[in-house]
């Protein structure tokens, strides 16, 4: 993961209440990578969930598209300080994927395609939080942005959600991701500026 695209500069803080504090405004939606982006075909693509006593439950893109789907609308932060507002996603809530599963941890780490890793508290995962997102603004997800399909944790700063997720690891402790391991904060709150250590 030597590579790291544009974007990574940031830009001076609008005084704009309904954004977490020094973010700016943005509506375009800015391509951040630490890595060349995968190339996933569908009928290769594989989920899973793997528990601490190994069991794996997985899921392929038929399989995930035959769970309820669902329209999620919502605002999005970087750690880059950039936001979109509004943003449109359609995917499979971790809840319903969760349901067979019985969680036997607090923590999860996200794999990627690519092998880009990061961590998440299973609570921020569950109650309607965070999603696996196939489509953007109406058509499928764009490589670049992760498809064909990335985790969604919108209440995050959005390296939280990883792009071209292949599989959640839970682990009975929290341990650092990628860029948790390079400086970044263990858990991403952007209300509270949880960028770096």
């Known amino acids: 993961m030597a590579v790291i695209s544009r974007g990574f500069t940031g830009r001076s803080r609008e005084h704009n209440p309904e954004l977490p504090p020094g973010q700016y405004l943005t509506a375009d939606f800015p391509v951040l990578s630490a890595g060349p982006t995968p190339d996933i075909d569908t009928a290769d693509w594989q989920f899973g969930i793997r528990k601490d006593d190994a069991t794996l439950h997985t899921w392929t893109w038929d399989e995930l598209h035959a769970l309820p789907i669902e329209d999620i609308d919502t605002d999005i932060h970087c750690v880059t300080r950039w936001s979109k507002f509004g943003t449109s996603w359609r995917g499979v809530s971790l809840d319903t994927l969760f349901a067979g599963v019985e969680p036997s941890d607090e923590y999860v780490m996200a794999h990627s395609y690519g ?15 965070a999603w696996i997102a196939f489509e953007f603004d109406g058509e499928p997800l764009d490589p670049e942005h992760g498809g064909p399909a990335r985790l969604l944790i919108p209440h995050l700063y959005f390296w939280k959600s990883a792009k071209w997720i292949r599989s959640l690891e839970m682990m009975p402790s929290d341990e650092p991701g990628f860029w948790e391991q390079n400086g970044y904060n263990m858990y991403g709150d952007p209300w509270l500026e949880q960028r770096y250590w």
């Open 115 to 129: 092998g880009y890793t990061t961590n998440v508290p299973l609570e921020d995962l569950l109650g309607g939080k």
